[in-house]
């Protein structure tokens, strides 16, 4: 059985049709040590696998899933034809983050990461540790480049559009 | 030799003790660390990188250009931080149409890039760069009779063309790093099975610590004192994240774990205070006594 791709759900043809040679063999999430680490969730088994469920879906950018993936590459490194379901699954993220459905974690870290420069909050007590330890401290100098670029590529409207706030 | 210091945000805002020892055994090996100015997050390659691809790839290259203008290689401490450099370093050194799209974006600041350097792992600089014979030679203190699971991680073995460091099906590098240690690595299956750190951040911590306590398993089975890696997310993982699966798992023993460069700073003559061993929160009496007597 081949599986469904809705292509009004995406832009990006070569990924897709690419995704459709699979053959549903499932070695890309049964092989426990070398395979996929989102399969160990309790909603799939080797009849419904990780990978089925993100390729099979009708929109396939929808599927809160496909936030699972870890992008180890387990999957595209086991697959006997070349499938490679992480092309496919970080396109639907891609598609995901600009419809503004990308999981909330993920717009709070790309939001902090712009500002910032730093993906995790600057606390007190980092601070505190890096003088004890003779560190130099650590600072934003880098956020006023990170601006620029994502107003450049349009990052900075879709994050006020997404989070409703400013960076 | 002298590299650009990387530090990555993760390390350096969490774990700083990491950051500490590390920059102190590196430096005895006589790997200089240049402290670059204007570093940002690598970005991070799960949520970043996959997401906003030009964004992500235009904040890497932005991370690289500043390394090109001291004309000094980059050196990370940090699996994800590799990742994505050398993937975004790989990508637009390959692609002119990309590179061009890139540094139209990067316009906007001071920098361009040229794709004049290349990003190493610390474990990389020590197997290539340093060499073991050299790591072997400032050995002072073996850590004879401890036995240590070595976990690589993933994102600094996939894919093999781009991260060019170990066997992603069956990773040797750290065992051979454990060894000149005097430890013996232990053998233990799910090797290559992620630390699960990813699935935590991302929501899904049934599956993380099924994961976790599966992997901690098959090391305690195998007779495994502590747990040896290389990146700081999956120090993380294992340290709190085993203190908190534990709890929800129920398990009845507790493996240790420590940043490879604090095993190594043990057996070069720092102390458990010199590692910051007293920051960890996944504690075995058995593990410290049995470094104290390897330690004599």
């Known amino acids: 059985m081949v599986i469904r791709v809705n292509y009004d759900a995406d832009d990006n043809l070569s990924v897709v049709e690419a995704s459709e040679i699979c053959l549903k063999c499932g070695v890309c999430c049964v092989v426990k040590e070398h395979s996929c680490h989102a399969q160990l969730d309790s909603q799939f088994s080797p009849k419904c696998t990780y990978v089925y469920d993100c390729l099979g879906m009708d929109l396939p950018s929808e599927n809160p899933n496909i936030w699972l993936c870890v992008s180890c590459h387990k999957c595209e490194e086991m697959c006997p034809y070349e499938v490679s379901p992480i092309r496919f699954i970080e396109s639907m993220k891609a598609k995901a983050f600009e419809d503004g459905l990308a999981h909330p974690v993920i717009f709070g870290e790309v939001a902090n990461i712009v500002s910032t420069g730093f993906a995790f909050p600057l606390t007190v007590s980092s601070s505190r540790q890096r003088q004890q330890l003779g560190l130099e401290p650590l600072n934003e100098s880098a956020a006023e480049d990170l601006m620029k670029i994502a107003e450049k590529t349009g990052l900075s409207g879709k994050i006020d559009k997404y989070r409703g706030e400013e960076l | ?296």
């Open chain 2, 1 to 296: 030799m002298k590299y650009s210091f990387f530090k990555g945000c993760f390390l350096s805002v969490r774990l700083p003790h990491l950051e500490r020892v590390s920059v102190n055994v590196l430096g005895e090996l006589g790997v200089e660390l240049k402290e670059t100015r204007g570093f940002s997050c690598c970005p991070e390659p799960v949520g970043f990188l996959s997401t906003d691809k030009l964004t992500g790839m235009a904040i890497a290259a932005r991370n690289i250009s500043l390394a090109e203008e001291e004309g000094l290689d980059i050196l990370t401490l940090c699996n994800g931080c590799t990742y994505s450099l050398r993937h975004v370093n790989h990508a637009l050194k390959a692609d002119e149409e990309a590179r061009e799209k890139v540094n139209e974006v990067l316009s906007e600041t001071d920098h361009q890039f040229r794709g004049t350097v290349d990003v190493k792992h610390f474990a990389s600089v020590l197997m290539n760069d340093v060499g073991l014979d050299r790591v072997a030679r400032k050995i002072e203190k073996p850590l004879k009779g401890l036995t240590v699971a070595g976990h690589t991680g993933c994102h600094i073995v996939s894919p093999p063309e781009i991260m060019a460091f170990d066997d992603p099906f069956d990773p040797q590098v750290l065992d051979k790093m454990v060894n000149v240690l005097g430890s013996e690595p232990a053998d233990f299956d799910l090797k290559t099975l992620c630390c699960g750190w990813t699935l935590t951040n991302y929501g899904d911590k049934d599956g993380a610590d099924k994961l976790l306590g599966a992997k901690l398993e098959s090391m305690h089975r195998a007779g495994s004192d502590c747990v040896s890696v290389i990146c700081p997310q999956c120090f993380y993982q294992f340290d709190m994240g085993q203190l908190l699966a534990s709890r929800r798992l129920g398990l009845d023993f507790s493996v240790p774990v420590l940043f490879y460069l604090q095993l190594l700073g043990l057996a070069m003559g720092y102390s458990l205070e010199d590692i910051g061993l007293k920051r960890h929160r996944t504690k075995s009496s058995g593990f410290e006594e049995k470094i104290l007597e390897a330690l004599g």
